[in-house]
């Protein structure tokens, strides 16, 4: 199957192309246009813009938390009136149906779930097996293990630490490692109510700050391409940007990926001691070449928070909208499910938005700032389209400011911020840039031999409707969208790296299972056989 | 279970080739205007097929221990709670049990749970009546256990009532003073307003110190709701008559549809059972199809709850034979045209 998409204005920065021009589909792949032959099927694509398939590096979209999440809020999620022919359970509100429907309608062809508990990895991956379209991937947590902190406890060493980390990604599956409040939650469990990056975990003796450089080295050493995912400590707290400020400095030239940085945006300034620190924060980034940071943008509506950052959802559990909370003491992280509503009446929700819109306006290369809300903790990924808008256009976002109370205008510099993101800027931070920083080298891109994942849009006087409604999708080489509307289901595969496992790790890991739990280690590994389809896809550890 | 010469497929009674069973599944299934599935045991392939063939037919999803999962659920989607899991919970310093029926919902709590606590925790079992196997209270069911539970919670707050039995108060003063209590109970066990009582507690516990809950409930019926959950977004009894989605654990109670007339056609999944089968028809016996199925875990590959790690674990078959609930429910969904998923 040749397929040629024609005449649309191709963009694509890791190419550095910016031109109208046709693009050539053969199989599941892009090619370079062909000298002969007939395209079995040509789409005109002038006046629109075609792109790779986006990617989100961060959105809770499966495991046990987020499924926590949607039976605690069945009120949440009413499901579509309508039902949309051959595509089942696509009309179920907060299905993985769902997700995989929506994600690829506005054009997203892989996504990570950023925050799966080792032990919860299989129930995840049945999950993102059941999410259509996309490809997708999970994190795993460590940092409040015990038998990882009690390596660190007993100075095990650096190759100790990597062989474990190793062992936990081969057994989740994952392709990246993740840290929530490193030592934070393990110090929860003794009844520690705040945690920052110099305290020390009781029992264990190790301070958050040791235990993120640590992690930090093992995925370094390992090769693993994604950095360690950091959640910070303090989340949410005024004047908590030092708390971040503070884990920036500690990367030390090593790479390091900060997520969801608008939680961390806030001082303690204004008359409400609440106010945006986000200047300071983006110029500690500009200058930390070796850290990347994606925002975790706000946006005014209902919603839920989950995390497996426990204290923080303990601590924040009188803010829930409704007014419930669940909160998992899990076998190290847990989860924290939470409702909440951010009102565009509120000064600290307006701030929080502000926050956000300030770090990706203030930060200078496309290629350190992801796009996310932190689904669905900021917001739900369904408020991408209307993100996108606020970035590209000083005119949408006054529209937004001059709904906001004025007091929180007053502790921010957004009014004063001039800079329009262009669609160049838009293809990089959610194509080029992601792919880059997982390490998918035929993702992000459409250059020849990239995976044929391609997302045309016609752009519009109302940008958030171009983006939420792609005019096509190719995933895989197979059109699944058209007009903005999932036409059959396909199934992607989830990414995953493959460390090799040493043989002394996995003994002593399965002793530590064997006598702390009596049970045998392999039973909380994912096995590849259990699952349906052909369900991963490894990236390759350049190391 | 060999697929060939002996029968593993009957319509009205006789043997018949498994094709044809299919078939008169399907016109079955599609003649129906109320159909519902009952029972639901199954493993995680079997349930993501009965939930898909119930949304293609319109039909209605149940499962046998549903109530004492919603029994759970309800309390936790009314006002939220605090939850850990079997293998956390072996770190308590205090394990409250509840209600006589906790050692019937997790036959392996001894050894799984007690068994594991370190030395010098304490293990407290509220009972109906009788002295229980550890240090226990009787405090009666029904109306005096709720009354129980509540003035735990009021001494638990340092709101002393003056006819608290000593044995309570004492407790109340031990579960402040514990380090990381767990409280267990059986949903089948306890009332509603019971099981929220206790998460009151639990809550107000933790103003000062550790607590957490690990609510019991049969390990099938918590697959079939997380992977309900994931699918449909909601736990079973759940509908698809208008098409999408709907829960109503009272209108989807399988037991009560059928009871009243109003299913007019039941699937009957027990892969669990000794007999592993798919019995489709409106009566118990004998059902207009049935299908032998494999045991999952045994004949064929399988994931399913575990209740010693409160997750899914994958148990693959010594010596694959047979086919599953999965391969059944696929084979009838693929007949009435549903789409490939
Ligand atoms: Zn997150």
């Known amino acids: ?543 | 279970m060999p697929v060939g010469s002996e029968a593993s497929a009957w319509i009205a009674g006789a043997p018949a080739p498994f094709d044809a069973a299919v078939a008169e599944a399907a016109r079955l299934l599609g003649l129906s205007a109320a159909p519902v599935f009952a029972h639901l045991g199954a493993d995680v392939a079997g349930l993501r097929e009965a939930v898909l063939l119930a949304e293609q037919v319109g039909g209605v999803l149940d499962h046998a221990d549903s109530p004492g999962l919603l029994t759970n659920l309800d309390s936790v989607r009314e006002s939220g709670a605090m939850l850990t899991t079997p293998l956390e919970a072996a770190r308590a310093d205090l394990v409250l049990l509840i209600g006589d029926g906790v050692f019937d919902a997790w036959p392996d709590l001894t050894p799984r749970l007690i068994d594991r606590l370190a030395d010098g925790a304490r293990v407290v079992w509220l009972t109906g009546s009788a002295g229980g196997r550890f240090e226990s209270i009787a405090i009666g069911t029904g109306v005096a256990r709720l009354a129980a539970l509540g003035r735990l919670r009021a001494e638990a707050k340092l709101r002393p009532l003056a006819s608290t039995p000593p044995a309570l108060r004492s407790l109340a003063q031990s579960l402040r003073a514990a380090k990381f209590g767990v409280a267990v109970w059986s949903g089948a066990d306890l009332e509603p307003l019971a099981v929220e009582a206790i998460h009151g507690l639990v809550r107000d516990l933790n103003e000062t110190t550790r607590f957490s809950t690990l609510p019991l409930a049969s390990p099938d019926a918590c697959a079939a709701e997380t992977v309900c959950g994931w699918m449909t977004g909601f736990p079973p009894r759940t509908g698809f008559a208008r098409g999408r989605p709907e829960h109503d654990p009272w209108r989807y109670d399988s037991r009560r549809m059928i009871a009243a007339g109003e299913a007019d056609c039941v699937v009957r999944v027990d892969a669990f059972a000794s007999d592993a089968h798919i019995a489709i028809g409106l009566g118990e016996a004998p059902a207009n199809v049935r299908f032998e199925v494999g045991r999952p875990g045994v004949d064929h590959d399988a994931i399913f709850y575990d209740a010693r790690v409160g997750t899914f674990v994958a148990r693959p078959a010594a010596s694959p034979a047979g086919r599953s609930v999965a391969q059944t429910l696929a084979a009838i969904r693929a007949r009435l045209g549903g789409p490939p998923c």
């Not at chain 1, 999620?77 to 769902?98: D, M």
């Not at chain 1, 379209?133 to 060493?157: Q, S």
């Not at chain 1, 939680?263 to 945006?276: D, H, P, Q, R, T």
């Not at chain 1, 991408?384 to 007053?410: K, T």
């Open chain 1, 1 to 543: 199957m040749l397929t040629r998409i024609a005449g649309g204005r191709i963009l694509d920065p890791a190419q550095s192309r910016d031109e109208v021009g046709d693009l050539w589909l053969q199989g599941d792949r892009v090619i370079a246009a062909p000298d002969h032959g007939r395209a079995d099927e040509t789409f005109d694509a002038g006046g629109c813009v075609v792109m790779a398939g986006a990617i989100d590096i961060h959105s809770h979209i499966a495991g046990a938390n987020v499924n926590t999440a949607r039976l605690l809020l069945p009120q949440q999620h009413r499901a579509h009136a309508s039902r949309p022919a051959a595509t089942p359970l696509a009309n179920a509100g907060w299905s993985t149906f769902e997700t995989g429907r929506l994600y690829a309608q506005m054009g997203f062809t892989t996504v990570v779930e950023p925050a799966i508990s080792p032990h919860h990895a299989l129930h995840a991956h049945l999950e993102l097996a059941d999410t259509p379209v996309i490809d997708k991937a999970i994190l795993a947590i460590l940092g409040n293990d015990d038998f990882g902190l009690g390596l660190m406890r007993d100075g095990a060493g650096p190759d100790a630490i990597r062989d474990h980390v190793a062992w936990t990604l081969q057994s989740s599956k994952a392709l990246g490692l993740k840290v929530i409040n490193a030592g934070g939650v393990a110090a929860f469990k003794d009844n520690v109510r705040s945690f920052g990056f110099d305290d020390v975990v009781p029992r264990y003796g190790v301070s958050s700050r040791q235990i993120v450089k640590t992690l930090q080295r093992a995925v370094h050493d390992l090769g693993v391409p994604h950095p360690l995912h950091v959640h910070c400590n303090n989340l949410g707290l005024p004047g908590n940007f030092q708390t971040a400020l503070d884990t920036i400095a500690a990367a030390e030239g090593l790479p390091l990926h900060l997520a969801h940085l608008q939680f961390y945006g806030y001082g303690a300034e204004g008359k409400l001691g609440f106010s945006s620190a986000a200047p300071k924060l983006a110029e500690a980034v500009n200058a930390a070449k070796s850290v990347t940071i994606d925002v975790g943008q706000a946006m005014f509506g209902q919603t839920v928070t989950i995390s497996s950052d426990v204290l923080r959802q303990f601590s924040a559990r009188a803010q829930a909208r409704p007014s419930k909370y669940v909160i998992i003491d899990g076998d190290a992280n847990g989860g924290g499910v939470m409702p909440y509503n951010y009102r565009d009446g509120s000064f600290a929700n307006a701030v929080q938005f502000v926050v956000g819109l300030e770090l990706f306006l203030l930060i200078d290369d496309p290629y350190r700032v992801y796009f996310t809300t932190d689904h669905p903790n900021g917001a739900p990924f369904t408020a991408y389209p209307d993100l996108f808008a606020l970035l590209m256009s000083r005119d949408v976002r006054a529209q937004w400011l001059s709904r906001l109370p004025a007091e929180a205008l007053a502790v921010t510099t957004l009014a004063s911020l001039t800079r329009e993101y262009s669609w160049g800027e838009i293809a990089t931070m959610t194509r080029a840039a992601p792919a880059r920083l997982l390490g998918l080298k035929d993702r992000g891109h459409l250059g020849p031999g990239a995976r044929a994942d391609v997302a045309i849009y016609r752009p519009g006087a109302d940008l958030a409707q171009t983006f939420r409604a792609a005019v096509r999708v190719w995933k895989d080489g197979e059109c699944v969208v058209r007009d903005g509307a999932l036409t059959h289901y396909r199934f992607g595969r989830a990414l995953r790296v493959s460390p090799q496992p040493d043989a002394a790790m996995t003994r002593r890991v399965a002793e530590y299972y064997d006598a702390r739990y009596g049970l045998d280690a392999e039973l909380l590994s994912v096995p590849e056989a259990a699952l349906p389809r052909e369900p991963f896809e490894t990236v390759a550890c350049p190391r």
